[in-house]
T-cell receptor, first 120, second 117 residues
């Protein structure tokens, strides 16, 4: 049963510290996403990659956030320096497209368990 | 820009009964995907069901089915024989495939469903 994995599951840190979140996408998936979920904003897309190349990071505060995919099995999201307003649950998701006889394509996207970040 | 609206912030249903969650969306595209995700208290996002806009037949997955009305831009989720484990927040999501958009989900605000014993 293939799953997206994320580490750490929980992180508590002080304002100003660097935070690194990691994600292992499902093997064979070529698209990786980072989302942030807060009560106020709901689910927001921060960045996404296809075949390890960044496609869109317009949802990410670039002065403090950075997203990378050093290889096909690892995606990272870093916050430096962290601020209390960054407290949220951060989800990684991976997806892929299948070309099937029933239609032009078939798409699936699965989420990891999330990293709950608290910045004090 | 595409938007997704879930007009029911909270709903409740008795165990074993049927409940329908509403979702409407706004798009000028003809080809797209729609999804329902479930988020239980564990916070895990779980894919419940998906619908391709080019398919006229409504998608079904066991007790979950959708009523896809393309002209009305409506995509409701019906849960039959509700179970306590169905208690969760449910998100409707839209995706417009394309070379740079494929996979980019736009979510609604969510509907919290409480299944009562």
């Amino acid at each position: 049963d293939a799953r997206v994995t994320q580490t750490p599951r929980h992180k508590v840190t002080e304002m100003g510290q660097e935070v690194t979140m990691r994600c292992q996408p499902i093997l064979g998936h070529n698209t990786v996403f980072w989302y942030r979920q807060t009560m106020m904003q709901g689910l927001e897309l921060l960045a996404y990659f296809r075949n390890r190349a960044p496609l869109d990071d317009s949802g990410m505060p670039k002065d403090r956030f950075s997203a990378e995919m050093p290889d096909a099995t690892l995606a990272t999201l870093k916050i430096q320096p962290s601020e209390p307003r960054d407290s949220a649950v951060y989800f990684c998701a991976s997806g892929t497209i299948h070309y099937s006889i029933s239609g032009p394509w078939d798409y699936e996207q699965y989420f990891g368990p999330g990293t709950r970040l608290t910045v004090t | 820009a595409q938007t997704v609206t879930q007009s029911q912030p909270e709903m409740s249903v008795q165990e074993a009964e049927t409940v329908t969650l509403s979702c409407t969306y706004d798009t000028s595209e003809n080809n797209y995907y729609l999804f329902w995700y479930k988020q239980p208290p564990s916070r895990q996002m779980i894919l419940v069901i998906r619908q391709e806009a080019y398919k006229q037949q409504n998608a079904t997955e066991n007790r979950f089915s959708v009523n896809f009305q393309k002209a009305a831009k409506s995509f409701s989720l019906k849960i039959s024989d509700s179970q306590l484990g169905d208690t969760a927040m449910y998100f409707c999501a839209f995706m417009k495939p394309g070379s740079s958009n494929t996979g980019k989900l736009i979510f609604g605000q969510g509907t919290t469903l409480q299944v009562k014993p």
